[in-house]
């Protein structure tokens, strides 16, 4: 059974970073795209950085020029460098892989981590 599972969540002060990482386990494919998304309590799940196997990467608006997404395609893993972090930022951040199939896109989740942002 594939799984994925975040790490690096935690509290942090306005203006401070985090890196968060996400481990796939039982998978004997590659990801055609991993990525981050968060979800705002009563909103939808959003967006954050997607990165292909390619390297063509896809941010937010809100979150360019503060975040970077960096991946090792041949262990399925994913990262998430986040600096100048705004109290905004705080939320669960959730792990993406999305494998391709010829029956269309199959995604699998992560289980979230808690990022907080305040002083």
């Known amino acids: 059974q594939v799984q994925l599972v975040e790490s690096g969540g935690g509290l942090v002060q306005p203006g401070g970073a985090l890196r968060l990482s996400c481990v796939t386990s039982g998978s004997d494919f590659t990801f055609a795209t991993m990525g981050w998304y968060r979800q705002p309590p009563g909103n939808r799940r959003e967006l954050v950085a997607t990165m292909h196997t390619s390297g063509n990467t896809n941010y937010a608006d809100s979150v360019k020029g503060r975040f970077t997404i960096s991946r090792d395609n041949a262990k399925n893993t994913v990262y998430l460098q986040m600096n100048n972090l705004k109290p905004e930022d705080t939320d669960v951040y959730y792990c993406?892989?999305?494998?391709?199939?010829?029956?269309?896109?199959?995604?699998?989740w992560g289980q979230g981590t808690q990022v907080t942002v305040s002083s």
């Open positions: 993406n892989g999305r494998r391709m199939e010829w029956s269309g896109p199959v995604d699998y």
